[in-house]
C-alpha cells in the first residue's frame, strides 16, 4: 500500500455522516445553503450513476437537474446520511432509464460505456508506473461483467458508511460491497492478480 | 500481505484495505476518464433556489434545434419540450438582432398563469394568456430557469409553482 491509494478513498471521517445529516435538517428547513453544499457533494456521484446508466454528458445533465429538483419535495421523509445517497443514486438511476426508453434518445445498440472511454493520455516518464497500473485497472475492470462494472464504478463514488444502504438499493441482495467484499470487487481483484502486469503490489 | 492470499479476498471476507484501495483508484480512474462538468453543481444550485418548496419539477421531454429561414439568412431555432403532471410547457427560442432570446411559449393545457424567467442576472415575469400564450421578447443569453407560479383555485396544477430544469439560453 503507497500513502497515493489511500488519499483517494472516497471521504470516510465518522462526522461527516453528522454533517450531511445536519445538511439534510437544515435543508429541509429552507436553507439554500445547506442545500448547495450537498448538491457540491454529491452530484460527482451522481453523474457517475447516470453516465453508467448509459446516457450522454447533455442527458445526464438534464437527470441531475431533475434528480434535485425532486429532492427538494422529498426532503421530508429523508433524515440519515445513509439515507439520502441511497434515495439520491436509485433515483438518478431510475430517471436515466426514463430518459433511455424515450424513443428520441436512441443509444447504440450495444452500451458499452467503458470502450467509449477516452484511453489514458499518454504522460511523461514520471508518469508511467502509474500509466502502467491504470491500463491494468482498466484491463481488469473490463473484463468484468457490465452489472459489476456499473456497481463498482457507482460503489467508487460513494463514502464508506453508505456503502451498504447503497448497494442494498441497487438491488443486489447478495454479493453486493457492504460489509462483505462482494462478488464484483473479489472478481476485480483477482483479475488485477492475475493480469498482465502480474501484481497489485 | 499478498491480495491473492488464499482466504483474504474472497467474497464474503470483510472489506480491507486493499479494497479501499482499488475503489480509490476506480473512483479516480473515472474522474480522469468521464469527469463531472465543473460548472454543473453551480447550475444545479442556480435552479434549486426557490422560494418555496413546494413545487412540481417539470422534466425536459423533447428538444428540437432547427434552422428557421429569416430575412438575414438562416438561423438557428429551437424549441424545448417540458412535463409535469399538472402541466406541458413548450418553448420555442429565436434570436433578437441584438443578441438577446426570444422566447415564445404555450401552457397545456391553455390557462392564464404567471410565468416567471429567472435568469443569472434578474428575474422577468410575464403572465399567459387564456389560450396559454405567453412571450418574453428579450432574455440575457445564459442559464435561465421558467417558474409557472400557482394559478386560480379548480385550475390544473394551480396549487403549486411548476419549475423547469435551468436550460442554456
Known sequence: MDDRRRVAVPTSQPDRGERMARLVTAAREGSEDALGQIVTELSPLLWQVARAAGLSAADAEDVLQTVWLRLVSHLDGIRTSSALTAWLVVTTRREAWRVRATARRQLPADQDWLAALPDTEPGGEERAVLDDQRRALWAAIRQLPPRCQELLRIIAFVSRPDYSAVAAELGIPRGSVGPTRGRCLAKLRAALADGPEGSLR | ?169
Open chain 2, 1 to 169: 500481505m499478498k491480495p491473492t492470499d488464499s482466504g483474504h479476498s474472497a467474497a464474503d471476507g470483510p472489506l480491507d484495505d486493499v479494497d479501499f484501495g482499488i475503489l480509490g483508484d476506480i473512483r479516480q480512474a473515472f474522474d480522469e476518464a468521464d469527469p463531472m462538468p465543473a460548472d454543473l453543481p453551480e447550475r444545479i444550485r442556480f435552479s434549486l433556489a426557490l422560494r418555496g418548496l413546494e413545487v412540481e419539477v417539470a422534466r425536459l421531454a423533447a428538444e428540437e434545434d432547427r434552422q428557421v429561414l429569416a430575412a438575414r439568412g438562416a438561423e438557428q431555432s429551437r424549441t424545448v419540450t417540458f412535463d409535469s403532471d399538472s402541466l406541458t410547457i413548450m418553448i420555442r427560442i429565436d434570436s433578437n438582432s441584438d443578441g438577446t432570446a426570444r422566447v415564445d411559449g404555450w401552457l397545456a393545457p391553455p390557462q392564464r398563469r404567471e410565468i416567471e424567467m429567472k435568469t443569472s442576472a434578474d428575474s422577468l415575469s410575464v403572465a399567459s394568456d387564456e389560450q396559454g400564450r405567453f412571450a418574453f421578447a428579450r432574455v440575457p443569453r445564459g442559464t435561465a430557469q421558467l417558474i409557472v407560479r400557482p394559478g386560480e383555485p379548480g385550475q390544473s396544477g394551480s396549487g403549486r409553482s411548476v419549475v423547469t430544469p435551468a436550460l442554456i439560453l
